[in-house]
């Protein structure tokens, strides 16, 4: 039998399989109770005051970045190396992506770049906290006070993390996540924005949905009342199925957690002498979430590497290619080879593993020992 092993498999159990089937048989299955009872537990999770339940962590970027004042023509500081939804939402406002480079060891935001990309468009920073360890928080939330904009944190790796005692959310304007099928917690689509920023939760709570005065919820838990629309708002509200899914993942989350931790610390053992790999550097005293397990490989072996592996029956993944490089940034802002080069080495070298609770020991020590053989250089 040939083997396989998922790239991902999610934790969804039978308490989850439980609440989705109750709400199932309730009468509201869109935005209601369980989504706000989801919305007060992320933020209690986080110690945010509020969260918006969203249809993905793309809407909570956009929506987020439109609900403190992006618009066209502005600018704003990003990573090029994470998905392209970080870029594209700055995009769906009109503004412009500004990119900076990256640090080696981590493969987050240079924080020393920052401020020479400052210019009188910037209006906000938009942050990435890569595979789940959280950026230098501290330093940008400092840079941004200092230069009067905005800060955005896309947490769609890392709802768990903490550094230097800073949680995701904690001194930015927002903290975006996202439950899409391969994130620490799923339900199949889904995000959140979490804030202490009233003014952004009350219009975020319109905006989800189309910028009515009233939402569904109120018209059918109360008596019916007319609705005014106050603005053109969207429609990315949160179900109460999602939320069904989401409650007790949340709950177990440090648990699930721990188990990546465990899977993380076999990785770490098992490909520790090989000197043809290297790893993202984990800052001590911080929480990493643990998102995504990467090794960075040689350029000129990685997609060598990619294919052996999946000839194997292992899944993998490229988390990422920088996203200046893609057509459609390259062709609008002019974006070339060598403009940041440190996201593009990584971009190069860089091969997801199988990282989820329900891997096996076994398949971890396969997984090391073909990742071994096929980076090993042949003689
Ligand atoms: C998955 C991901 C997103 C997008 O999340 P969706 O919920 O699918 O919109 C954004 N940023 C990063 C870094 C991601 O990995």
Redesign the pocket.
């Known amino acids: 039998m040939k083997r396989k092993i998922e790239f991902y498999k999610h934790n969804v159990n039978s308490t989850d399989k439980k609440e989705v089937l109750s709400v199932l048989s309730s009468t509201f299955l869109t935005t209601g109770e369980i989504v706000s009872k989801f919305e007060s537990d992320l933020s209690k999770y986080l110690g945010l005051a509020y969260s918006v339940g969203l249809t993905?962590?793309?809407?909570?970027?956009f929506l987020s970045l439109k609900g403190l004042g992006i618009s066209q023509n502005d600018e704003v500081i990003t990573t090029p190396l994470?998905?392209i939804?970080?870029a594209n939402s700055i995009e769906y406002c009109r503004a412009k992506p500004v990119f900076v480079d990256v640090e080696e060891e981590t493969g987050n935001i240079n924080a020393d770049l920052i401020e020479k990309a400052i210019t009188k468009k910037t209006k906000a920073i938009l942050v990435?906290h890569?595979y789940g360890q959280m950026c230098d928080m501290k330093r940008i939330s400092k840079i941004a006070k200092k230069n009067n904009l905005k800060l955005i944190e896309?947490c769609?790796?890392c709802i768990e993390g903490e550094r230097d005692k800073i949680r995701p959310g904690q001194v930015s304007d927002a903290a975006?996540f996202?439950?899409?099928a391969?994130?620490n917690i799923t339900s199949g689509?889904?995000?959140a924005v979490s804030t202490n920023n009233k003014k952004l939760h009350d219009w975020l709570m319109k905006a989800r949905q189309h910028g009515m005065s009233k939402n569904a919820i109120d018209r059918y838990s109360k008596r019916y009342e007319h609705y005014d629309m106050e603005f053109l708002g969207y429609k990315s509200n949160m179900t109460n199925i999602q939320a069904s899914m989401l409650l007790n993942q949340l709950n177990r989350i440090d648990n699930l957690l721990s188990k990546k931790e465990r899977i993380a610390r076999i990785y770490n053992n098992g490909l520790a002498e090989n000197k043809y790999i290297k790893s993202p550097q984990v800052l001590e005293e911080t929480k990493h979430a643990r998102?995504l397990y990467t090794i960075w490989v040689n350029p000129k072996i990685r997609d060598h590497v990619l294919q052996r592996l999946q000839n194997k029956g292992i899944g993998v993944a490229v988390?990422?290619r920088p996203i200046h490089l893609m057509k459609y940034y390259r062709n609008k802002y002019d974006y070339k080879k060598g403009d940041f080069p440190i996201a593009e080495i990584i971009g190069a070298s860089t091969i997801s593993l199988p990282f989820y609770p329900k891997l096996k020991k076994h398949e971890v020590d396969f997984i090391i020992k073909e990742v071994n053989l096929a980076t090993r250089p042949k003689v």
């Open positions: 993905s962590c793309t809407e909570a970027l994470s998905f939804a970080s990435v890569l896309d769609a790796h975006c996202s439950f899409y391969t994130k689509e889904g995000g998102h988390n990422f």
